[in-house]
């Protein structure tokens, strides 16, 4: 007889009532159950009765060793036991899920049940087929979570295999760090995948694969398209502005608006409007959803004005004229004369004038981070620096921290100059200086102010470890970096008689230096001081500060870390 047994050790049952472990078997093949009456179990002279989970006879053992099966197995059971040696062992063939259950023993009857005898039988059912998975909102470089749900059909409930799941994305499989669900991962693309799970039992059969899920992950917008793709446009006063279409790829979909000199100009995917002085200047197309905004090059318009001369005016226009003279027949010479002609406007006559308005430099929007004057931003942020001109001819245009040029712009309205991650450091005043040789230099100034957590200031040299002798006096300092300036408490880990309350001194707007003032030191006050610094940014940091014992000839110092 073919014979597949599934017999592995599992949790044992619950105590009081049997005291081997469980058997898997599958359904039709066939369990082999085997265990031990506990000593004195079995009454001497007693019949012992093998009971079924549903509490009938599946056979019984008289004193002599004689074994009668019921006629329910009869057919199905093979005993091999040893009741001699208190073994009960037998095979029960074409499993099926009403055999499920806890096999115990009768001492004399099926209702004088031996305590700590027996055994569970489990038969194992293929687990439901999951539903589709479910999914929170995935979003492109945001965590999403996948959930797959199965339940298991392996009888009785109370088995304790548990079910593990399997993922695959677009038919292949996918290695997860735990099998469990649900399954948690970093949408590292904007594409659409599909996904399907399974669950697995514990030493036990698989489901069949859920339907499948597609995902299609949200993002914000990209590869922002202007067309036409020219970056300037000249066109004159009174005329329509260019027409110019924005689009970009976003999921969900994204809404426009113009901007001009970084101010809102209109809403909508198109540039349009008519053009007027006020007009000149940069564009650009911001496109937005849920998931951000971005902003398309900046296109470039010179608004030219024109004048027109009423009826009756009089005009005097410099007209260059190129004249071309002929010598008398049989002369062989062409001569080119530039001749400069004046010509005055008869009256009644209609004249049209283009005139070049040059004016000098005037700094209309000079911004950090969109913002003027004193902005506040986070260590490691980044920071835009933008400055917008009006002037005719265009200008030079400098961004300077201080002294030092950032960038320059020559023949330019704007200027533009990033700080990819800002630093403590680069707290200061920032200017826009613009020149077009009309009129005098103009300048505007911005402030810059970088917020960091508390750090030891590595631009000065920093002493840890102080020496003194018996009776002495010493003063321990510690220089840091921060801004806003931070706050700090000195505190010792045993007694002293010491006053901690020290002081500290600002060095710059972004450094200061505490001290702890101690004096008649005695020897309880040598050892480890902590100096706590904190300014409400990020968490406070602590750092310790040595006061090392030292004989009257030999005072020295020691350098050495910090610990954070």
């Not at 806890?102 to 194992?124: A, D, E, F, P, R």
């Not at 998975?133 to 298991?152: A, E, F, G, I, M």
């Not at 949408?187 to 399907?196: A, C, K």
């Amino acid at each position: 007889m073919s014979m597949s047994i599934y017999s592995r050790m599992l949790s044992p049952v619950s105590a009081g009532a049997v005291c081997a472990s469980q058997v898997l078997s599958a359904v039709s093949d066939t369990a082999r159950l085997s265990w031990e009456i506990p000593q004195g179990g079995l009454g001497t002279g007693s019949t012992f009765f093998a009971v079924s989970p549903a509490g009938t006879t599946v056979f019984a053992l008289l004193p002599d060793g004689t074994f009668l099966p019921t006629a329910t197995y009869t057919p199905r059971l093979v005993y091999q036991g040893n009741i001699a040696a208190r073994n009960v062992t037998f095979t029960l063939s074409n499993i099926q899920t009403s055999d499920a259950g806890t096999y115990t023993c009768g001492n004399g009857g099926t209702n004088s049940v031996i305590q700590n005898c027996g055994q569970k039988l489990v038969v194992l059912g293929k687990p439901t087929t999951p539903g589709r998975p479910v999914s929170t909102t995935p979003v492109h470089k945001q965590q999403v979570t996948l959930t797959c749900s199965s339940n298991s059909t392996t009888v009785p409930a109370d088995h304790g295999l548990t079910l593990t799941y399997t993922w695959q994305r677009d038919n292949t499989d996918i290695t997860v760090t735990s099998p469990g669900s649900p399954y948690t991962f970093t949408v590292s693309t904007r594409d659409s995948h599909s996904y399907r799970c399974r669950a697995r039992e514990s030493q036990g059969l698989e489901s069949e694969w859920s339907q499948v899920y597609n995902m299609e992950p949200e993002y914000g917008p990209y590869q922002i398209t202007l067309t036409p793709s020219t970056s300037s446009y000249t066109v004159t006063e009174h005329q329509p502005l260019p027409s110019i279409a924005c689009s970009a790829l976003c999921r969900p979909g994204c809404s426009y608006r113009w901007l001009h000199n970084d101010a809102v100009f209109s809403s909508g995917s198109m540039l349009q409007g008519q053009a007027d002085r006020s007009k000149t200047g940069s564009y650009r197309c911001q496109s937005s959803n849920t998931h951000g905004s971005r902003e398309s090059v900046r296109v470039s318009v010179d608004v030219q004005c024109k004048y027109i001369v009423n009826r009756g005016d009089n005009v005097t226009v410099s007209v260059d004229v190129q004249c071309k003279y002929i010598v008398n027949r049989g002369d062989n010479v062409t001569v080119s004369v530039d001749v400069q002609c004046k010509y005055i406007v008869n009256r009644g006559d209609n004249v049209t004038v283009s005139i070049d308005v040059q004016y000098p430099a005037d700094i209309i929007l000079f911004t950090t981070n969109s913002h003027n004057g004193s902005v506040t931003v986070n260590e490691s942020d980044s920071v835009t620096l933008s400055c917008q001109i009006d002037s005719n001819p265009r200008s030079v245009i400098r961004l300077l921290n201080g002294t030092e040029e950032l960038t320059r712009a020559d023949n330019s309205l704007t200027a533009t100059y990033r700080l990819e991650s800002a630093d403590c450091r680069q707290r200061g005043n920032y200017s826009c200086t613009a020149t077009n040789n009309i009129g005098a230099r103009v300048s505007q100034r911005v402030e810059l102010l970088v917020q960091c957590s508390p750090r030891l200031d590595d631009s000065v040299s920093q002493q840890l470890r102080f020496a003194s002798t018996l009776g002495g006096d010493v003063t321990v300092s510690v220089s840091v970096l921060a801004y806003p300036l931070p706050a700090f408490a000195w505190s010792r880990s045993i007694s002293t008689s010491q006053d901690l309350t020290g002081s500290s001194t600002p060095v710059s707007d972004i450094s200061v230096t505490a001290r702890l003032h101690l004096t008649n030191l005695q020897r309880q006050d040598f050892g480890d001081y902590s100096l706590t610094v904190g300014n409400g940014v990020d968490s406070s940091v602590s750092y310790t500060v040595g006061v090392v014992h030292v004989g009257a000839a030999r005072k020295r110092y020691f350098t050495c870390s910090s610990s954070m």
